[in-house]
């Protein structure tokens, strides 16, 4: 081997350090904080920035301008026909659903080392498996860095007086074979990490597009609302479902929409003859949601609904099992919450029962 090829290694180890060092340091200093905080703070500092970006389109008098004057102006004027509790919660329900978004976008970016938001526990709990196989080998060595190994190689360099670098290309070798193989195993692992990457990524995309078209269902539904065209029916945007109104021991049908309809009848909550997710729903003290697979391949997920006048009334969804739609928004996963779906039909269920309530008082006070 000649000298050229045995200080080769001695540059391959000062590239090594170079790029290796600073992030073992920054890990060392940020192992056991916490950094979900600064998660859910994050989205703000961007959107600060972002709107600094977009200070100067302020200046624009916007309403002078010939087609998007109009265009607010009857946007507005349309919008101002709608209950302002009705505006509020659908705000709120956007403003909640997008920043949940971003967070989790945020989260993503903390677990990248080339980002200037990285967070070593936000490494640890969305790539445990890399982290482990080589990052820990180094953070939990406090003592260890690449610099003291290079530091070490050179006096093994200076006290050869004959310039034999045999010595040096010896110890060298050995610890670049160590690094080479820990970096294999660490590329295999990393092959999972990028499949469970990708696959996440793959999650959030389609979380967006089902929250999106979700979101054009219920602005929809305010319109009908408006129109006074609004009833149960409409409310069939997540999956096909049925509902009941529990009446002492019994669930009476209300509606039932995208089901084949055989079971939709009163039901005895103390002989139900079967199984019902309902009747498991409706006796639940918790108000939790209860999944009942009827057949293979279908699924109800069921939940009790505290409503106006005292009443109760049970909601069922009813799906297939590679409806992943429907399992996304009703399942409860990482990226949606599944409870605020059902919060979210509770509140507009309330609408209609409002309405309903308040016609039919004005049409007794008619006929009396």
């Not at 009476?252 to 009747?279: E, Q, R």
């Amino acid at each position: 081997m000649t000298d050229d090829k045995k200080l080769s290694y001695y540059s391959y180890l000062l590239e090594i350090q170079e790029n290796y060092d600073p992030i073992i340091k920054l890990m060392r200093e940020q192992k056991g904080t916490n950094w979900q905080g600064k998660a859910w703070k994050g989205p703000i500092t961007q959107i600060a920035q972002n709107l600094k970006l977009i200070k100067p389109l302020a200046t624009i008098n916007w309403v002078s301008l010939p087609l998007i004057g109009p265009l607010l102006a009857g946007t507005a004027a349309m919008y101002s026909q709608i209950p302002i509790w009705i505006l509020i919660f659908a705000g709120l329900f956007l403003f909640c659903a997008g920043y949940y978004t971003l967070v989790k976008l945020y989260m993503g970016k903390m677990a990248s080392i080339n980002d200037p938001r990285f967070h070593v526990e936000a490494f640890i709990a969305r790539k445990p498996a890399e982290y482990q196989r080589f990052w820990s080998l180094f953070v939990n060595a406090p003592d260890f860095k690449f610099k003291t190994l290079v530091a070490n190689l050179e006096s093994l360099l200076k006290v050869s007086p004959t310039g034999d670098l045999s010595q040096l290309a010896v110890f060298a070798q050995t610890q670049i074979d160590e690094i080479t193989r820990k970096q294999e195993r660490q590329l295999e692992a990393s092959k999972e990490v990028i499949s469970v990457l990708q696959n996440d990524i793959s999650s959030y995309e389609e979380a967006i597009v089902y929250l999106i078209g979700l979101l054009k269902k219920i602005n929809e539904n305010l319109y009908r609302y408006i129109n006074e065209q609004f009833e149960l029916h409409d409310l069939d945007f997540v999956s096909g479902f049925s509902l009941y109104r529990v009446e002492g021991d019994h669930l009476l049908p209300i509606i039932n929409k995208g089901t084949s309809g055989s079971h939709f009848h009163p039901i005895d909550m103390n002989n139900p003859g079967k199984l019902y997710a309902v009747v498991d729903a409706a006796k639940d003290q918790d108000d939790a949601a209860i999944s009942h697979i009827p057949y293979e391949g279908r699924k109800i997920v069921a939940f009790k609904m505290k409503m106006l006048n005292n009443e109760t009334w049970i909601w069922a969804f009813h799906f297939d099992l590679d409806d992943m739609r429907a399992l996304s928004l009703i399942e409860e996963n990482a990226i949606i919450e599944s409870r605020q779906i059902r919060r979210m039909i509770h509140s507009l269920c309330l609408v209609y029962q409002k309405r309903a309530l308040a016609t039919k008082e004005v049409d007794h006070h008619v006929a009396s």
